[in-house]
């Protein structure tokens, strides 16, 4: 079946500008959490969300970074007044279920702030 | 504070020999253990995984060795080959929210 979609596979913004980063989540999964890689660097946690529940925005490094998921399925990262420090893989997953499940990634949004 | 801990951070290996890489990790609430498998350009895949009421899983070339009262856990990839370079994440996650908590990485080159 269909794995987690993420558009578009790459971005290149000057600094200062807003970007959009999409992602299509597997078909059926409540969980969907958005990470950050840096070049050479492990996962940085930025966002999740399960089900209709506040989502836990515990790791967004700033008040530039926001996150929404409409109607339980797509959910869109977005960074206001881009800096190069933001220039890294956005990685969303989703899984089926919270607690002890796998989650499946995307392919990820490489982002480029010149 | 890092909470999953793994090493080494590159291995190089040779066609048919045995890699391995370690994690250790500090909080003990942790009930997950989870290894991913990234190629460049793509994201991670979920290579095989084990919960702590077990010592060891495995599947085909791959092991994970748990030691709970250590807290470290380990992958193991027998007879190595060139398509396995890729680099390995370890990580571990807790609760309900499935809270997941990465490794650093290990990049592993696998030679001919």
């Known amino acids: 079946g269909a794995g987690v979609s993420q558009s578009p596979s790459n971005k290149v913004t000057e600094k200062g500008k807003d970007v959009e980063l999409r992602c299509d989540p597997i078909?059926?999964?409540?969980?969907l959490y958005w990470y950050r890689q840096s070049l050479g660097q492990g996962l940085e946690f930025l966002i999740y969300?399960?089900?209709?529940?506040?989502?836990?925005k515990s790791g967004l490094p700033s008040d530039r970074f926001s996150a929404e998921r409409t109607g339980g399925s797509v959910s869109t990262l977005t960074i206001q007044r881009t800096q190069q420090e933001d220039s890294a893989v956005y990685l969303c997953?989703?899984?089926?279920?919270?607690?002890?499940?796998?989650?499946?990634f995307g392919d990820g949004t490489r982002l480029s702030i010149l | 504070q890092q909470q999953v801990k793994q090493s080494p951070q590159s291995l190089i290996v040779q066609k048919g020999g045995i890699s391995i890489i370690n994690c250790a990790y500090e909080?003990?609430?942790?009930?997950?253990f989870p290894w991913y498998q990234q190629f460049p350009g793509k994201g991670p895949a979920l290579l095989i995984a084990?919960?702590?009421?077990?010592s060891e899983k495995k599947e085909g070339r791959f092991t994970i060795s748990f030691n709970k009262s250590a807290k470290q856990f380990s992958l193991h990839i027998m007879d190595s080959q060139p398509g396995d370079s890729a680099t390995y994440f370890c990580?571990?996650?807790?609760?309900?929210?499935?809270?997941?908590?990465f490794g650093a990485g290990t990049r592993l080159t696998v030679k001919p």
């Open positions: 990580a571990a996650s807790m609760g309900e929210n499935n809270d997941m908590r």
């Open positions: 909080n003990t609430a942790f009930d997950y």
């Open positions: 969300f399960q089900g209709n529940s506040a989502p836990d």
């Open positions: 084990i919960r702590p009421d077990v």
């Open positions: 078909s059926g999964h409540t969980a």
């Open positions: 997953a989703s899984s089926s279920v919270s607690g002890n499940q796998p989650q499946h």
